[in-house]
């Protein structure tokens, strides 16, 4: 197939709809443009031919300067409580919208650019990104895809031939992002400070439109809107719990309204079960550690109902009840979503909140072990076919798992409903820091190896077998950065 590129469908809703959020802006052009992966599925899925992208032509598409007729790029707006505290001006310091284009599907996919050059909202900064960091996001974001949980994914990366100045020089690259759209509390939050109560309307009803069409039929679409965020967000986090990963930098401008995990900055998956597992270098207090995410979660939410009271009710009493009542039911759908899960990963049915003192006696025992998280469930499901011995090796006190492991047989669970729900591959840290050394210094195949593991996480197959490993202890404390 051939395309002729300026034709491809790239569409400016966003930057039409709500001319006040966005500022039309170009990429810096890519001096030496070379793709490092692409990821056809999703491609073709897009409805982008996979042999052109990777074109000269194709190459420009994905770094940005070469514009298909209808495309307006922009930087977007939006502001956020970063670690708590208010920032009425974030935006993308380094990153474009090009458009919308439409799925097989059928559905509303924004194209978004990470590393395609300073824009006015750079506040200092380069506008540019390195290699590493975007074949980071490129590999998490798509092992989280493959997870099933919700997620921002990845196009393509490409190296620009431009160095970026970090503490050392890196090559640079640009990230293809692929969303749902890129609404965010944080573009609420812009719109809200501005005071024009029309502009956060049409913003309100571009996110019902986009995301939650079922909330324009409701009596009042905006207490809906924040019902269906709600209950988005409440299903991520839980999902987020179940396979260890940790967000580690849930600031407001990062929470989205699609219900899509979005910014893969200082995230990572926890090894040995901690709720305290923290990997950013910055997050000194814990604020985003795993054990916190969904409090934070609900606290964003609330920042999000602050920005959207004037559309709850004339009368503000009355707007900020409306508010606290719908948020009361964040948790009661957190903890339903994360004990069904929960109860799924050790293959049990039946009623959820009988089984949770087994649960909950289950993870204190993890924890109290340092058990690695991943690993354990599925070794739990040789358990339930009679192998006990791969689980057992795990725990230093063996007297307590062994009386657990009689009581959880006796409920007769199902091992393959545990093998559907518990990953063997997870992006593992020591992996994927390999993976990106080695594409940094030009050598792509361990990263092409790690994506094979990670997108088909569920299905176990000879020859993968380090990738299922915990990392060795040598490996020591992992950190991760922001700002990359
Ligand atoms: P993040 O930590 O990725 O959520 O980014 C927070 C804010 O910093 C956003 O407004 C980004 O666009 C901006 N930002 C991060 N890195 C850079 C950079 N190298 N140049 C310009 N802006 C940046
Ligand atoms: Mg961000």
Request: hydrophobic share 45%; net charge negative; aromatic share 8%.
């Given at each position: 197939?051939?395309?002729?590129?300026?034709?491809?469908?790239?569409g400016d809703?966003?930057?039409?709809?709500?001319?006040?959020?966005?500022?039309?802006?170009?990429?810096?052009?890519?001096?030496?443009?070379?793709?490092?992966?692409?990821?056809?599925?999703?491609?073709?899925?897009?409805g982008?031919?996979?042999?052109?992208?990777?074109?000269?032509?194709?190459?420009?598409?994905?770094?940005?300067?070469l514009?298909?007729?209808?495309?307006?790029?922009?930087?977007?707006?939006?502001?956020?409580?970063?670690?708590?505290?208010?920032?009425?001006?974030l935006?993308d310091?380094?990153?474009l919208?090009?458009?919308e284009?439409?799925?097989?599907?059928?559905?509303l996919?924004?194209?978004?650019?990470?590393?395609?050059?300073?824009?006015?909202?750079?506040?200092?900064?380069d506008g540019?990104?390195?290699?590493?960091?975007?074949?980071?996001?490129?590999?998490?974001?798509?092992?989280?895809?493959?997870l099933?949980?919700?997620?921002?994914?990845s196009?393509?990366?490409?190296?620009?031939?431009?160095?970026?100045?970090?503490?050392?020089?890196?090559?640079?690259?640009?990230?293809?992002?692929?969303a749902?759209?890129?609404?965010?509390?944080?573009?609420?939050?812009?719109?809200?400070?501005?005071?024009?109560?029309?502009?956060?309307?049409?913003?309100?009803?571009?996110?019902?439109?986009r995301?939650?069409?079922?909330?324009?039929?409701?009596?009042?679409?905006?207490?809906?809107?924040?019902?269906?965020?709600?209950?988005v967000?409440?299903?991520l986090?839980?999902?987020?719990?179940?396979?260890?990963?940790?967000?580690?930098?849930?600031?407001?401008?990062?929470?989205?309204?699609?219900?899509?995990?979005?910014?893969?900055?200082?995230?990572?998956?926890?090894?040995?079960?901690?709720?305290?597992?923290?990997?950013?270098?910055?997050?000194?207090?814990?604020?985003?550690?795993?054990?916190?995410?969904?409090?934070?979660?609900?606290?964003?939410?609330?920042?999000?109902?602050?920005?959207?009271?004037?559309?709850?009710?004339?009368?503000?009493?009355?707007?900020?009840?409306?508010?606290?009542?719908?948020?009361?039911?964040?948790?009661?759908?957190?903890?339903?979503?994360?004990?069904?899960?929960?109860?799924?990963?050790?293959?049990?049915?039946?009623?959820?909140?009988?089984?949770?003192?087994?649960?909950?006696?289950?993870?204190?025992?993890?924890?109290?072990?340092?058990?690695?998280?991943?690993?354990?469930?599925?070794?739990?499901?040789?358990?339930?076919?009679?192998d006990?011995?791969?689980?057992?090796?795990?725990?230093?006190?063996?007297?307590?798992?062994?009386?657990?492991?009689?009581?959880w047989?006796?409920?007769?669970?199902?091992?393959?409903?545990?093998?559907?729900?518990?990953?063997?591959?997870?992006?593992?840290?020591?992996?994927?820091?390999?993976?990106?050394?080695?594409?940094t210094?030009?050598?792509?195949?361990?990263?092409?190896?790690?994506?094979?593991?990670?997108?088909?996480?569920?299905?176990?197959?000879?020859?993968?077998?380090?990738?299922?490993?915990?990392?060795?202890?040598?490996?020591?404390k992992?950190?991760?950065?922001?700002?990359t």
């Amino acid at each position: 197939m051939s395309v002729a590129p300026m034709t491809i469908p790239v569409g400016d809703r966003f930057a039409r709809e709500l001319p006040e959020l966005a500022v039309k802006w170009r990429a810096e052009p890519a001096p030496d443009p070379r793709l490092l992966v692409l990821n056809e599925p999703l491609a073709a899925d897009l409805g982008l031919d996979a042999d052109w992208l990777q074109t000269p032509d194709g190459l420009q598409f994905l770094t940005g300067t070469l514009i298909p007729d209808g495309a307006a790029p922009v930087a977007q707006a939006y502001a956020g409580h970063q670690f708590g505290g208010f920032v009425p001006r974030l935006g993308d310091g380094r990153a474009l919208l090009i458009g919308e284009l439409t799925t097989t599907g059928g559905e509303l996919r924004d194209l978004h650019l990470k590393g395609s050059g300073a824009t006015p909202f750079a506040r200092g900064g380069d506008g540019l990104a390195a290699v590493g960091p975007m074949l980071r996001e490129y590999v998490i974001s798509e092992a989280m895809h493959a997870l099933g949980i919700p997620t921002t994914r990845s196009l393509a990366v490409v190296a620009t031939g431009r160095t970026v100045t970090r503490e050392t020089l890196l090559p640079g690259a640009v990230l293809a992002r692929v969303a749902r759209s890129h609404l965010r509390v944080g573009t609420f939050q812009y719109a809200a400070t501005t005071g024009d109560r029309d502009l956060l309307r049409r913003l309100a009803d571009h996110a019902i439109s986009r995301h939650h069409p079922g909330a324009a039929d409701a009596d009042n679409p905006y207490v809906a809107l924040f019902e269906a965020v709600i209950a988005v967000q409440a299903a991520l986090v839980a999902q987020w719990m179940l396979v260890g990963f940790v967000h580690g930098v849930m600031n407001t401008d990062n929470t989205t309204i699609s219900g899509e995990t979005i910014d893969y900055g200082p995230c990572a998956f926890m090894e040995a079960y901690d709720p305290e597992t923290v990997f950013s270098s910055i997050d000194s207090w814990g604020r985003y550690s795993y054990g916190n995410q969904p409090s934070i979660a609900g606290w964003n939410l609330a920042r999000f109902a602050e920005t959207l009271l004037p559309l709850f009710a004339d009368d503000q009493d009355q707007a900020i009840a409306i508010a606290q009542d719908r948020l009361e039911g964040f948790s009661a759908r957190f903890q339903h979503a994360l004990t069904s899960g929960m109860q799924a990963k050790i293959g049990l049915t039946g009623e959820p909140a009988e089984q949770a003192p087994l649960m909950n006696e289950l993870l204190e025992q993890l924890a109290a072990s340092h058990v690695d998280f991943t690993s354990f469930f599925r070794h739990l499901g040789r358990a339930a076919r009679g192998d006990t011995e791969p689980a057992r090796g795990l725990f230093l006190d063996l007297a307590a798992f062994d009386g657990w492991l009689s009581r959880w047989r006796a409920l007769q669970p199902d091992p393959e409903l545990m093998d559907r729900v518990n990953p063997v591959y997870i992006p593992r840290n020591h992996l994927v820091e390999e993976a990106l050394s080695a594409a940094t210094d030009g050598e792509l195949r361990p990263l092409q190896q790690l994506l094979v593991a990670v997108t088909a996480p569920y299905d176990e197959r000879p020859g993968l077998e380090r990738y299922a490993e915990p990392a060795p202890e040598d490996f020591g404390k992992y950190r991760t950065f922001c700002g990359t």
